[in-house]
């Protein structure tokens, strides 16, 4: 605790304060690496929602009253601070998520660099100017804030996915509450402490910690929440599109995928395989953008299998820098992944790799799964159509180019895809042709930029993108405002 500064009770952040809930309930975050408390955290209901949202409408007139450009130079002062405190986000990251240092440390610069980027639309904040048909008429567009945004994240890549929802929704001029994900409270939390360090004003921004019954529940069902951000699974922004549908109040859900890799026969196997294994792999799998697919070519399948498995047993599972990947966030996830990978073998899958818990001494206290491949499975199966948010992976076999677009098509989800190929053909075919929000070439399923829209089809979202400018869309209202002049008045 002495080492990141994540404090013994993590608090709730209210109008610019820490504090406890109405009920003084708590509930503890485990480290994923040894098991053990890491603090104890405020466990928030309907009263302390409540409490924020109110604190949030209260503040939101005058925040939105000050120009985008001010809203945006403060942001930038946020993001500054983030700067300063890179290590410290980074150690509290690396210590609730069980993900390295090094790669916290990355999360926290991309974090920065979307921070960047949404506050230098303070100074663009766009609408249009446009022609009328009506002579001496002008027409534009002005973009105003909704009012509040309830904010509700996963915890996977916790301080980017913080920097996603809070700096767009506030360089709109709305005043948020953010409902953290229970697993990364510290990181929330953390973020609330500096940006009230820099002088965000009181209940601009408000933090909730608490489960997702529980507290995220009545955040979505509040009459005072304007538009509901959610980055979750398909399950929970189903749930939440329903109860937020009913009172017509906009939505933005950020859900799962179950992304699709294509290797052809003309692919450069070494580049391939390396970016199987970071798509399939990094980050222990726990990326909505994982590549949980892989559809190789007939022509080069066994021999790619065979550098597949072969890498994927000398990969390094721990926590350390020098770890491929870490555990899994909690060992519930662990359990029913374990358990999914079973099932399948019940059905005639064959894993090629992992498909257990570590267990010996280093891994024994922590949530660790090994790294798992698994062949001989059809496309229904439900391995091959759920999402499991981990370190697993299935193999499919297909004939040609048309085969594996039509089986990369062939799911519940429309989030990213990636192929490995040297023709220019395939490559712009299949950019063209699969239902997902992102295709990509030669790389891996995941690696989106802080500046382009990042979002899915089918039931991978409902249709928002965040981040880019296309992320101003959810947090603004457009109007429409004409002008009529007579030049008679001259
Ligand atoms: P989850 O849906 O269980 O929880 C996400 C958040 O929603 C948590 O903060 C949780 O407390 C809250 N929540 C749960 N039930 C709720 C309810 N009834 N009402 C309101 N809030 C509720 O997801 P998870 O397992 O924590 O995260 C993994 C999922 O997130 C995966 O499906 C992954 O693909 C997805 N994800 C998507 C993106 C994206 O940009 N598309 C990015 C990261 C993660």
């Keep these: ?60 007139k005058g925040w939105a009253e000050r120009t985008p450009v001010e809203r945006g130079d403060l942001l930038l002062t946020i993001t500054q601070a983030m700067r300063r405190n890179q290590e410290q986000i980074a150690a509290i990251v690396a210590a609730e998520t ?11 610069g991309g974090a920065i660099a979307q921070g960047e980027f949404m506050a230098g639309e303070g100074r663009r904040l766009y609408g249009r100017t446009t ?26 890549t916790p301080i980017a996915n913080v920097a996603w929802k809070v700096f767009p929704a506030l360089v709109c001029g709305n005043a948020a509450v953010l409902k953290a994900a229970e697993d990364t409270p510290a990181t929330a939390w953390i973020f609330g402490k500096l940006a009230h360090e820099v002088g965000l004003p009181p209940g601009v921004l408000n933090i909730i910690q608490g489960y997702g019954e529980e507290a995220g529940a009545p ?44 290797v052809c026969d003309d692919a450069d196997l070494e580049n391939s395989a390396r970016w199987v294994l970071l798509s399939a792999f990094s980050n222990a799998g726990q990326r909505c953008a994982a590549g949980s697919r892989i559809i190789i070519f007939d022509g080069v399948y066994d021999r790619f299998r065979d550098m597949l498995v072969e890498r994927t047993k000398r990969l390094r599972v721990g926590p350390g820098d020098d770890d491929d990947f870490g555990p899994v966030i909690n060992e519930e996830q662990l359990t029913n992944m374990v358990a999914a990978v079973e099932r399948a073998r019940e059905k005639g899958a064959v894993v090629l790799a992992g498909g257990h818990r570590f267990t010996e001494s280093a891994h024994a206290q922590g949530f660790y799964m090994a790294p798992t491949l698994v062949e001989n499975v059809g496309p229904q199966d439900e391995i091959s159509t759920s999402e499991l948010f981990g370190p697993v992976t299935c193999l499919y076999r297909v004939k040609d180019f048309a085969e594996a677009l039509s089986l990369a098509n062939d799911s519940p989800y429309g989030l990213t895809a990636c192929i490995h190929t040297r023709s220019i053909h395939r490559a712009m075919e299949f950019a063209q042709k699969v239902q997902t929000g992102v295709a990509v070439v030669n790389a891996g399923t995941y690696g989106s930029e802080p500046h382009m829209p990042f979002g899915g089809l089918k039931q991978s979202g409902n249709g928002w993108r965040e981040p880019g400018t296309e992320a101003l869309d959810i947090y603004s ?12 008045m001259l």
């Design 477 to 488: 209202n457009l109007k429409d405002i004409y002008i009529t002049i007579d030049p008679g």
């Design 131 to 156: 022609t009328s048909a009506v002579p001496n008429k002008y027409a534009m567009t002005v973009r105003h804030p909704l009012g509040v945004g309830g904010l509700i994240i996963a915890a996977n």
């Design 98 to 108: 069980g993900m390295s240092v090094k790669q916290a440390r990355g999360e926290t």
């Design 219 to 262: 955040l979505v069902a509040h009459p005072g929440v304007d538009v509901i951000s959610f980055t979750g699974s398909s399950a929970v922004g189903r749930q939440i599109a329903r109860v937020a549908g009913e009172r017509l109040a906009r939505v933005s859900l950020e859900l799962g995928g179950k992304n699709p890799l294509v």
């Design 1 to 60: 605790m002495e080492r990141t500064g994540i404090p013994s009770t993590i608090l709730n952040w209210i109008s610019g304060t820490e504090v406890g809930t109405a009920a003084g309930e708590i509930f503890a975050k485990v480290s994923p690496v040894s098991g053990k408390v890491l603090a104890s955290v405020a466990r928030s209901r309907a009263a302390d929602v409540e409490q924020a949202v109110e604190a949030a409408r209260r503040a939101q």
